[in-house]
């Protein structure tokens, strides 16, 4: 699946509160290394490097284009391409910093501890994941992808997300490997200007994206059109033309 840097960052203020939610959690320390895990277009490892002055800071991300804006915009900073689930490096890092990632990333009973283990002793693996699957605005994109003649093409789209665990399932498998974990979920409620278009714009930089790529542009055209106009019913216009959108966030912080 691809990404786009553009599009993510239309919205980067909001997408960033919560990478400054997370950081702002991990326990103070003498952090040496820190690396930011699916570091998108650098807006989380910026950051990193503000809040770990002298530590070395890296970022990767399986996009391309995701790796040509963060390079654009941290030059001094080393950022590479590679998929998570293939990342080999041992480390050990003092900091593992993982935001709005880990949901595209499948078996975490099996992920988070091999993440852990590439932790230093004392060091601390960071996770915000959006919980979101069954708010409207991904219970519509699932609805309208099975209405219409693009149900075949879609039929794979929902099952690129990866199913969470709960709250206590995933304290449960960073227990069994770290000395201390810290859960929390957060809503946040994001006022967005455009109203129902607003939300399918937030959207088409990320939960939309599954189900965009395999149309062809009138395919495309046409099923926004549907998905908005259901987005519009599901989060009604405030008196000033805005919407409130509410997102969920799940929050892990876990020391080894």
């Given amino acids: 699946m691809s990404w786009s840097a553009k599009q993510y960052v239309a919205f980067e203020d909001?997408?960033?509160r919560p990478a400054r939610d997370?950081?702002?959690?991990?326990?103070?320390?003498?952090?040496?290394?820190?690396?930011?895990?699916?570091?998108?277009?650098?807006?989380?490892?910026?950051?990193?490097?503000?809040?770990?002055?002298g530590a070395?800071?890296?970022?990767?991300?399986?996009?391309?284009?995701?790796?040509?804006?963060?390079?654009?915009?941290?030059?001094?900073?080393?950022?590479?391409?590679?998929?998570?689930?293939?990342?080999?490096?041992?480390g050990p890092f003092d900091v593992i910093f993982a935001n709005a990632v880990l949901q595209w990333v499948p078996d975490h009973a099996t992920l988070?501890?091999?993440?852990?283990?590439?932790l230093a002793p004392g060091g601390s693996l960071a996770i915000q994941m959006p919980d979101n699957l069954n708010e409207p605005s991904h219970r519509l994109m699932r609805e309208v992808?099975?209405?219409?003649?693009w149900a075949g093409k879609l039929a794979g789209a929902a099952g690129q997300r990866t199913d969470m665990e709960s709250a206590s399932g995933y304290y449960s498998i960073l227990r069994a490997c770290c000395s201390r974990v810290d859960v929390?979920?957060?809503?946040?409620?994001?006022?967005?200007?455009?109203?129902?278009?607003?939300?399918?714009?937030?959207?088409?930089?990320?939960?939309?994206?599954?189900?965009?790529?395999?149309?062809?542009?009138?395919?495309?055209?046409?099923?926004?059109?549907?998905?908005?106009a259901a987005i519009e019913k599901a989060y009604p216009a405030l008196s000033d033309g805005s919407v409130l959108l509410p997102f969920p966030r799940l929050f892990l912080v876990a020391t080894r």
């Avoid at 952090?31 to 989380?44: L, T, Y």
């Avoid at 992808?145 to 003649?149: L, R």
């Avoid at 929390?184 to 939300?199: F, K, Q």
């Fill in 14 to 16: 909001e997408r960033t």
């Fill in 22 to 53: 997370l950081l702002a959690a991990i326990p103070a320390g003498d952090v040496r290394s820190a690396v930011d895990i699916g570091c998108g277009p650098g807006n989380s490892t910026e950051l990193l490097v503000e809040r770990f002055a």
């Fill in 56 to 90: 070395e800071v890296r970022g990767l991300d399986s996009s391309t284009d995701m790796i040509d804006a963060a390079r654009k915009r941290l030059p001094n900073v080393q950022f590479d391409i590679a998929d998570i689930d293939t990342w080999n490096e041992n």
């Fill in 112 to 118: 988070l501890p091999s993440l852990v283990n590439k």
């Fill in 145 to 149: 992808a099975a209405d219409g003649p």
């Fill in 184 to 228: 929390w979920r957060t809503t946040y409620h994001h006022p967005l200007a455009d109203g129902a278009s607003g939300v399918v714009e937030w959207f088409k930089g990320s939960g939309l994206r599954p189900f965009l790529e395999p149309l062809d542009e009138a395919e495309r055209a046409q099923y926004l059109k549907q998905y908005q």
